[in-house]
């Protein structure tokens, strides 16, 4: 049992920036791969940004590559999501996942534990 907590979210002004948190407790010896997903009201899980155990590699949706970097910390079982020039279609709520047996970084059934989200909100 993994439980992920995010933390981060907020209001920001268009062109601003973000750092996302998700911290994992529980069973958190395995090595898991670790990703982040958005979701908008009325709009379908999309895949933002994931990560190796190891951090050796990377995925990135292309809505979000060159903005948004993933990054963790395995000492402090977090990980991490740094939101760089922040578009109003960024607004969501923003998930962290984790998947011990994960083969495709952008399908959301890969991953096996989920956070309660943390909310992102972008004005123009």
């Known amino acids: 049992q993994v439980q992920l907590v995010e933390s981060g979210g907020g209001l920001v002004q268009a062109g601003g920036s973000l750092r996302l948190s998700c911290a994992a407790s529980?069973?958190?010896?395995?090595?898991?791969?670790m990703a982040w997903f958005r979701q908008a009201p009325g709009k379908e899980r999309e895949f933002v940004a994931a990560i190796s155990w190891s951090g050796g590699r990377l995925g990135y949706a292309d809505a979000v590559k060159g903005r948004f970097t993933i990054s963790r910390d395995n000492a402090k079982n977090t990980v991490y999501l740094q939101m760089n020039s922040l578009k109003p279609e960024d607004t969501a709520a923003y998930y962290c996942?984790?998947?011990?047996?994960?083969?495709?970084?952008?399908?959301?059934?890969?991953?096996?534990?989920w956070g309660q989200g943390t909310q992102v909100t972008v004005s123009s």
């Open positions: 996942a984790a998947g011990q047996t994960v083969a495709v970084f952008a399908r959301s059934t890969e991953y096996e534990y």
């Open positions: 529980g069973r958190t010896g395995s090595r898991y791969a």
